[in-house]
């Protein structure tokens, strides 16, 4: 076990940084001011024009995922996820309580990292988002036709769940690698007795091609290292899942250091359709688990929390010839795979050049064993038999590396703070462009999949000081958009971004503006609480609970007051939007409400429970702008003293004003 | 066959179009419905140009008071009886009348469609001006009559913040040349006429 590392030299991270910082044309960038070019132009989306593309950023800490224009840079939505969001009542509406649900309870909040778009025949089908909560680990869908998250599956086994959420070709599985490997199963143990014991689970969620209803397949347990980033494999290695590695150390404290020892770590190669044929052939091991499966049910509009029980994982070196380790420079973070499906760039955060392995090359040393001995009985292959070539001195920390399907490759720098585009084959660097600044990753749209959009790049980046308008000591993160279609890279944009822009997916418009839906309709809303006409609403006691069913339309609810409610009653409003048509949606809220307002889509219902705590006649009100007489949308509740003999009861006027 | 003849009894038929196209169009453009409302009226029933049109001009309307567009109206009864009775009966004049008697179809059928406009404008008339005293908002006319919301009989007219256009479809358009043909048969038929004497 103690063979693995023994061949890896160190040497000064320090001095390969120095020879590293390639000159080919800095310097240029200050130069590069708008009025000098036309990028003004280039981005300017005209009044009641649209862009070209979807961006979508996911929004790190702040557990989103938001919506932008490209080129434009136009924020149109930020689609809660992970975290509750008064706005839109995720987390706060009775109907989306579930989707929050974990093994842990209700967690309001996670950090969103990788956000990518299903794929068919390894294209951008426009279907889905999936995303990965990071910090309780979780992976959501999000459907494309109502840009809200419709399912959240809890990964069992894991921890820091970062190198997700990727696709596969047909999005046949995303998956939900561990950044830390944790005891398996989870117990009460010495951390320093870590080395050989933690594991790193990489697990494989199975996606319905239908309804995309998510499963996990299986979960290959790994050794202890930290599990970084990852990407499929596609055309010639469809099939194959590449995941990167640091702390092949399994040191546990004072990473930074103990974690940066080995010279290689290492890039992971699953061959995930030989374990999947090996799970459907009944190997593998059910075990105990507790995680929660989180469902949306768009024509219920209420989301469903299940807790599994049982999960099914696989002893690597069980499967021969699924799993081996291709030996990587200095703890890589990006694990990326050219469109063709042939590279695998490797970006050694520490180390002074891009390396990258060649999938064939891979097979062949796989063939020809050519193997520089294991990791807990994991195959290690020598570290030149996968070598396809490698970027010299291209710059200091390298990151993330996408590709625009012309047979170049774009490399985020986050030590020098640039963008680097280079040659794949000849592994020269054409061009480099500086970013304000701390890159993290970039994204092409299409770039994780057979057919990138190479028009444009945007870099995200970790600090903005002095690029904007100070707003206190924190100043906005934020992206920037570069055009790529010419052969040196033009800064075009910049744009602020929700939380930190981590990660991004992007796709051609056309593709998902034509499926948007536009409305729910009312004929195919199961909601259990729903009521389809002013005939049917009511206001029902059940003990000390009070169910008022509600419509709206523009402009009034009915029924609009309500009397007979007592002090200490909870008063449960559900909520129907009677409107049929495009962009408007109602609100309502109710005046000490201890949730959030409800925004209700045309056609959809919605619940909150408002609790009766003083006695008094209390306003509630539409709290989305919606029509000419938004301002008259109102109504009351009279709260009676406990006990009280005042009945039941509530108004609409007498006027025949349903239109049902 | 005889052209007039021919003519005669395609001419009707033609008429059959409007069991399958709309008779007319009333459309409703206003900045914040950037895809315009629209409703068409076939010979036995109002339709939605897109889904829920209808609903949505109802609710727009409700403002100034106007009433609810119903969902059906005596003449949806009528107007698919008169046209089949029309059809048949100048289908039969063709085969088997003299040329005069195309004439006296054509008349009878253009005071009969000019009785259906006639009666589509005192349906509109009643639906622009018969409004609720309630009506949430009341406009007044320079002269300080109250507003009417008459979409125009034929063309278009702005009415508040909207522009309504009001003309002619598919099935009104095959009826109209339905209708000349029968008229041409006549003239057609009597040159035919004078040619064999």
């Known amino acids: ?660 | 066959m005889k052209k007039s003849k021919l003519l005669m009894i395609v001419g009707p038929l033609l008429m059959l179009g409007l069991f399958v196209f709309p008779l007319w169009n009333i459309t409703l453009e206003a900045p914040q419905y950037p895809t315009p409302l629209g409703m068409n009226m076939h010979i036995n029933k109002f339709s939605d140009v897109h889904e829920f049109d209808i609903k949505n001009i109802n609710l727009m309307n409700h403002y100034v008071g106007m009433k609810y567009i119903p969902e059906t109206i005596p003449e949806f009864t009528i107007f698919p009886i008169v046209i089949g009775v029309m059809v048949v009966l100048g289908v039969l004049i063709g085969f088997f009348a003299n040329y005069k008697w195309y004439l006296a179809w054509f008349v009878l059928m253009f005071l009969l469609g000019a009785a259906g406009i006639y009666d589509f404008y005192l349906w509109e008339y009643d639906y622009g001006h018969n409004l609720d005293p309630k009506a949430i908002m009341s406009f007044k006319n320079p002269d300080g009559s109250p507003m009417g919301f008459q979409p125009p009989l034929l063309g278009t007219k702005n009415i508040l913040n909207f522009v309504a256009h009001s003309y002619p479809r598919g099935g009104a358009y095959m009826m109209f040349t339905g209708m000349f043909m029968t008229l041409g048969a006549f003239f057609i038929g009597k040159k035919e006429a004078g040619e064999n004497n």
């Open chain 1, 1 to 660: 076990m103690k063979t693995i590392f023994k061949y890896f030299i160190t040497f000064t991270v320090v001095s390969s940084w120095l020879v590293s910082c390639g000159d080919v044309n800095s310097g240029k960038s200050s130069s590069q001011g708008a009025l000098s070019t036309n990028a003004a132009e280039k981005v300017y989306v005209a009044p009641g024009e649209h862009d070209d593309y979807y961006a979508f950023i996911s929004g790190g800490f702040s557990g989103q995922l938001a919506v932008y224009g490209l080129p434009s840079g136009r924020l149109f939505k930020v689609i809660p996820v992970f975290s509750v969001d008064a706005e839109k009542a995720w987390g706060f509406n009775e109907e989306t309580k579930p989707m929050l649900n974990t093994s842990h309870g209700f967690i309001p909040w996670d950090d969103s990292h990788h956000p990518d778009i299903s794929q068919t025949a390894g294209e951008l089908d426009g279907r889905w988002v999936f995303i990965n909560g990071n910090n309780t680990p979780r992976i959501a869908k999000i459907d494309l036709t109502t840009f809200e998250t419709t399912e959240i599956i809890e990964v069992p086994n894991s921890a820091g769940n970062h190198s997700s959420s990727f696709v596969t070709e047909n999005t046949e599985y995303v998956v939900a690698g561990t950044r830390f490997s944790v005891p398996f199963p989870q117990r009460d143990m010495p951390i320093s007795e870590y080395k050989g014991n933690f594991k790193g689970a990489l697990s494989f969620i199975s996606v319905d091609p239908e309804d995309g209803r998510m499963d996990i397949k299986f979960q290959i347990m790994m050794p202890g290292f930290d599990y970084d980033l990852s990407h499929p494999g596609r055309g010639a290695s469809h099939g194959w899942f590449f995941f990167s590695t640091y702390n092949t150390e399994e040191a546990n404290s004072l990473l930074e250091v103990n974690a940066s020892q080995n010279d290689k770590d290492f890039i992971a190669a699953i061959n995930w359709k030989k374990i999947e044929e090996y799970v459907n052939n009944g190997g593998g091991k059910k075990v105990p688990a507790n995680y929660a499966h989180n469902v949306y049910d768009e024509k219920t509009h209420t989301a469903t929390s299940t807790m599994k029980k049982e999960v099914l994982v696989v002893d690597p070196t069980e499967v021969p010839g699924a799993v081996y380790f291709m030996p990587t420079p200095k703890s890589p973070h990006g694990c990326d795979v050219d469109p063709s499906g042939e590279y695998i760039v490797g970006s050694g955060k520490l180390a002074a050049e891009l390396t990258v392995h060649s999938f064939s090359k891979m097979i062949k040393a796989i063939e020809n064993e050519d193997f520089d001995g294991d990791a807990y009985g994991i195959p290690i292959l020598s570290y030149e038999s996968t070598l396809a070539g490698a970027v010299k001195n291209p710059g200091l920390g390298p990151l993330h590396t996408e590709f625009d399907g012309k047979g170049n490759a774009y490399t985020t720098f986050f030590i020098s703070s640039e963008v680097v585009k280079w040659k794949l084959g000849t592994w020269e660097v054409l061009d480099r462009k500086k970013t304000f600044y701390s890159v993290g990753h970039l994204m092409i749209p299409g770039g994780n999949s057979r057919k990138p959009f190479g028009d444009y790049v945007v870099a995200m980046n970790k600090i903005t000081k002095d690029r904007y308008l100070p707003t206190g000591p924190e100043v906005t993160q934020s992206a920037q958009l570069y055009d790529i279609s010419g052969e040196k890279m033009e800064l075009l944009l910049d744009f602020p971004t929700v939380g930190e822009p981590h990660y991004a997916a992007g796709i051609a418009a056309d593709i998902v503006a034509k499926k948007s839906k536009k409305f729910f309709r009312l004929e195919e809303n199961e909601h259990k609480h729903a009521v389809k006409s002013e005939a049917e609403s009511k206001v029902v006691r059940n003990g000390n609970e009070v169910h008022i069913y509600m419509t709206m339309i523009r402009s009034h609810f009915a029924p609009d007051n309500i009397e007979g409610i007592q002090v200490g009653d909870k008063v449960y409003f559900h909520v129907t939007n009677l409107e049929q048509d495009y962009d408007v949606p109602h609100g309502i809220s109710m005046i000490g409400a201890n949730t959030s307002e409800l925004l209700i889509m045309p056609g959809q219902t919605e619940s909150f429970v408002w609790e009766a705590k003083q006695e008094g006649v209390w306003p509630f009100y539409c709290t989305d702008f919606c029509s000419a007489l938004h301002q008259e949308m109102q109504g009351y509740i009279r709260v009676s003293p406990k006990g009280s003999n005042v009945p039941i009861s509530f108004t609409l006027d007498g006027d025949p004003v349903d239109i049902e």
